[in-house]
C-alpha cells in the first residue's frame, strides 16, 4: 500500500483517485473547488480545500511523506507549474505533473516534475493504433520501440499450438497472454492451442508486430 498525494480533482484527478483507491491505495486529494473535493470523498482517505501555489498550506499537507505526489491540474498550467516546483522544494520524493502540451511537458520537467503525463497525446496514439485495423483490440506502447498489443487471433492460426506458429524465432514477438470469456489467462506453453473466440497478448517491436500480423 502507497500514500497518494493527489493535487486537481478534475475528470482526469478523480479517475485516479478512483483507480488508486480499487487497488487500496492511500489518498490525499486537494483541489480549491469544494464540489470537486466533496464528489471524491468515497474514494479517498481524507480531502482537503486549499490553493496548492500556496507554499504554507501545501507545506501543512506533509508531502514529504507520500510515495508520490500527482498534478492532475488541467484547467491551469501556471498553478500546476508552480505546484510542481512546490512540491519538490518542499521535499515531495516523486512529482507526477499532467501536461497538455509538448512545451508544457517540457516546462514541467524542467521546474520540479519528475514524470510527466499527457493524457492527450497518448489517447491519440491508442486510437491512431487501434483504428489501423480490426484485430487490434487493446495497445500498450512500453517506448518507441517496444509494445504489447491485444489482438484477435488470425483465422489460420486457430487450433494450432504456440510451438508451431513458431512466431519469437520468426519474428522476435512474445505472446503473453490469452483472454477468452473476459478472463486472462498467463499461463502460456509451447502446447497452448490458440482458440477462435480467445484473444491474444503479444510483446514485441512496433514493427515486427505490423508485419506479423499484417497490421
Known amino acids: 500500500m502507497k500514500s497518494v498525494l493527489i493535487i486537481g480533482l478534475g475528470r ?11 487497488l487500496n491505495h492511500q489518498v490525499m486529494a486537494v483541489d480549491t473547488n ?27 499537507l506533509g508531502v514529504g511523506n507520500f510515495d508520490a505526489c500527482i498534478v492532475a ?9 508552480e505546484t510542481a516546483s512546490l512540491l519538490k522544494e518542499l ?31 497518448q489517447l491519440a496514439a491508442w486510437t491512431a493504433i487501434r483504428c489501423t485495423s480490426n484485430h487490434i483490440l487493446d495497445y500498450i506502447e512500453l517506448d518507441s520501440k517496444y509494445s504489447i498489443f491485444e489482438l484477435s487471433i488470425p483465422e489460420n492460426w486457430c487450433g494450432k499450438t504456440i510451438v508451431q506458429l513458431d512466431i519469437r524465432r520468426k519474428y ?18 509451447p502446447e497452448t492451442v490458440l482458440e477462435p473466440e480467445a484473444s491474444i497478448l503479444v510483446l514485441g517491436q512496433q514493427k515486427a508486430i505490423q508485419k506479423c500480423f499484417r497490421i
Open 12 to 22: 482526469f484527478g478523480r479517475h485516479i483517485a478512483m483507480k488508486l483507491n480499487d
Open 91 to 121: 521535499g515531495a520524493p516523486k512529482v507526477i505533473a499532467r501536461a497538455s502540451t509538448g512545451v508544457q511537458e517540457k516546462f514541467l520537467l524542467r521546474n520540479g516534475a519528475d514524470e510527466v503525463v499527457y493524457p492527450e497525446k
Open 34 to 60: 469544494e464540489e470537486r473535493v466533496n464528489a471524491v470523498l468515497p474514494f479517498v482517505t481524507n480531502a482537503q480545500i486549499g490553493d496548492s501555489t500556496n507554499e504554507e498550506f501545501l507545506s501543512s
Open 73 to 81: 491540474i488541467g484547467d491551469n498550467f501556471q498553478n500546476s507549474l
Open 172 to 189: 522476435g514477438i512474445n505472446i503473453l497472454g490469452l483472454r477468452k470469456n473476459g478472463a486472462l489467462d498467463m499461463n502460456i506453453t
